[in-house]
């Protein structure tokens, strides 16, 4: 029964929040939150970069 709840809740907030995002509404931390995980995906593929080269290379 809480699992039916709380799967209702995040249907109804993913909703909520989809509306939102078509009628225009995107406060300002939404893209600082954005910008934040683009950096940090650039970062982590860097370093997984640098690894495979270690590897392949043996140093």
């Known amino acids: 029964m809480i ?4 799967g ?3 249907v109804l907030s993913g909703a909520v929040g989809g509306v ?3 009628r225009g509404w ?3 931390w939404v893209a600082r939150v954005g910008h934040s ?7 982590v593929s860097g370093i ?5 080269d270690w590897l392949r290379l043996g140093r």
């Open 48 to 52: 997984c970069s640098e690894f495979s």
């Open 8 to 10: 209702g809740l995040l």
């Open 37 to 43: 995980w683009s950096e940090a995906g650039y970062r």
């Open 3 to 6: 699992l039916v709840v709380l």
């Open 26 to 28: 995107d406060p300002p």
């Open 20 to 22: 939102a995002r078509l």
